[in-house]
C-alpha cells in the first residue's frame, strides 16, 4: 500500500528588471528582459525568414514533390 502524498500550493514571483531596446527589424522601442532581441514573435519569425528563407523554401519544395 503506498503512502499518501502531502501535496502544497506554492506561489513565486519572479522579479526580472526591464532594460529597453530597438527591434531590429521594425526598428520599435521596447521594453523586455536583458536578452531579449525582438519586440514580437512576429518579428522574430520575420527575421528568421530573413535568414533562413531560401533553406525554408527549398525544404517546402522537396515535400511537394
Same mark, same amino acid.
Given at each position: 500500500?503506498?503512502?499518501?502524498?502531502?501535496?502544497?500550493?506554492?506561489? !513565486?514571483?519572479?522579479?526580472?528588471?526591464? !532594460?529597453?531596446? $530597438?527591434?531590429? $527589424?521594425?526598428?520599435?522601442?521596447?521594453?523586455? /528582459?536583458?536578452?531579449?532581441?525582438?519586440?514580437?514573435? @512576429?518579428?522574430? @519569425?520575420? #527575421? /528568421?525568414?530573413?535568414?533562413?528563407?531560401?533553406?525554408? *523554401? /527549398? *525544404?517546402?519544395?522537396?515535400? #511537394?514533390?
Amino acid at each position: 500500500m503506498e503512502k499518501p502524498v502531502k501535496e502544497v500550493q506554492m506561489q !513565486f514571483t519572479r522579479r526580472v528588471p526591464l !532594460f529597453e531596446h $530597438v527591434c531590429p $527589424v521594425c526598428d520599435t522601442t521596447f521594453q523586455g /528582459a536583458k536578452i531579449a532581441v525582438y519586440c514580437s514573435v @512576429k518579428c522574430r @519569425k520575420a #527575421a /528568421a525568414w530573413q535568414r533562413h528563407g531560401k533553406e525554408y *523554401n /527549398a *525544404n517546402r519544395k522537396k515535400g #511537394a514533390e
